[in-house]
């Protein structure tokens, strides 16, 4: 995303108008004073102006917001979005603890420091670009009642689901379906979501009125795939294009981005296919990505290494935002047999696709010292003995 | 039915021809000016559309690119399944319903917010619905673009971080 001159981000551009109060009735009816502090009585003097000014109103800090938006704001603090109580979660459970609040003071500290920069108050979807973005006005300083895609929403979530969601004509990548339908993030991704308290949600797929793809698409009586899997495979296993933006596809200590020959071995790092690590979701086989996350990941905050790490899989439930009906998985090569995209083996043939499967020895090869961590979600033992066990899987 | 502006025309056109022919000679512009006029007010149609009876007809609308991207993709060897599935294993899933913002639409409707300007009174001891000035000299300067262009200093122009997702 381009970035902002600093005169940008705080000039309001009046156009025809020729007040800022008829831009915004939050303009009319409240002085800048009101929210962002500072001196309004310095005319004259930029600096003394500028004391006590409070950049972001609608932080938890000050939640100006809340005088006019009480109930909104009162449930949007213990939100996914404000709490980042996922994270929270995976750094307590694989420290050891029940909750982060319990954990070390390194682990809350470094959470506080670093984690919560992204914490994304009520102007950073409604006034500005985020602040772990740089900030900017979107549009002057108007109030939107609807985030912009891609200045908000992207700006945070577009290293991987933008990525994928938008496509590159330049690389190849059709966009995401839904996109090419004219569907934004929103219309999925609704103000209920966004604002809701997250309960006692351990992640982001089990906060309340999550998206899912049967809330829009009915299981079909017509589809003889969809009747066979429907209650195995989850939706993404099939329609996920194989061009998948994982978290490795960019921290993998630079070699991602500076090696030509790791870059084409590893396209994309794309996804696994795994156990289901959510036994409250049908599906028996899930997509699973590789999120980073080593015992030592916490060292630079000070914090030792993670005594529960085996706890969670660094192989993780995913849902990617690249969905077509057409994938390598639903397309088979001219007179070949239609299991042949997914399958381990087909009648009279011989192993293969195992490399879209998450093996034990792949990840005893690529990432050893996390092999007890994703016990719980490797493929070996749960494809049906007629899909042909593969003899030696390839390695990273 | 509604007639074309052609099929109205013509007969005035022949009765200003006509009258032209037997010596009236300033007839004929007033009459075609009056058929003009009463063919631009019969053109609307009396819901206040517009009578497109007689207009061009409209150029091809080429297809959604959707569609033509779906039919592209269909696979032609498109195979059922080995335990007796026989249906077409190609077919589209005629029972999905397209893709709407059902989602949204589906659930509880978040608390009301104040959206509204909301009224304020300007001392005269009457309800004020205007939006009043701004009484803060924060604007003089924030509305000044020179002005915070020579007060800010450029920032390095690197590409905003991205956050977990």
Redo the contacts between chains.
Sequence with gaps: ???V???EK?????GNKT????LD?H???L???EC?G?D????DD?EA?HVGLIDDPSAPETNACKG??A??TA?YWQSMHATLQG?QNAIAVRAGFASLAECPKALRDGFKGECTK?HATCGDCHVS??N???KGFIKSHVFN?KPSQAYQCL???????GYDYLGSEDEGRPPD??F??G?SC???H????A?QAAGDAVDRYHVP?T?RCE??????????????HWNDLSCHVCHSQSAYQNCSGCHTGGVYTTDEVYQAENPFQAFRLGKNPFPDRRFEVVPLRHAPTVPDTYAPWGAGPLAAFDALPTWKYTTPHNV???TPR??????????SACHLGE?GGGPQNADLYLWRDYVDAGWPVESGANESVVIDGALPASWQAPSSPSNP | MIRTPLARTLPLLALAALAWACGGTDAAPDAAVEATAEIAVDAVDADGSRDTAGAEPAPDVPAEADDAEVADDVPANAEPLPDGVSTDPGAPDVDAPEPQDTVAEALPEPEPEVAEPLETVDGDGETDTEAPPLVSACVDCHTDKALLVALLPEEPTEEADHGGG
Aim: with cysteine; charged share 15%.
């Design positions: 995303m381009p970035p001159e600093a005169w705080v000039l309001i551009k009046l007040n800022p109060g008829e009735p303009l009319a009816t002085a800048c004073e962002h500072g309004a009585t310095a005319l930029h102006a006019c938006h109930a909104v449930t994270e992204c670009r985020p772990a973005n740089g009642e700006a945070c979530h577009g290293a991987r689901i379906v839904h090419s339908k569907m929103l219309s999925c609704g103000e209920v979501q604002h009125n998206p809330h829009c698409h009915a299981v079909s009586t017509a589809n003889p795939w969809h009747q066979q077509r009906r057409w639903t397309q088979v090569p001219t007179s070949a047999h239609c299991a009648p």
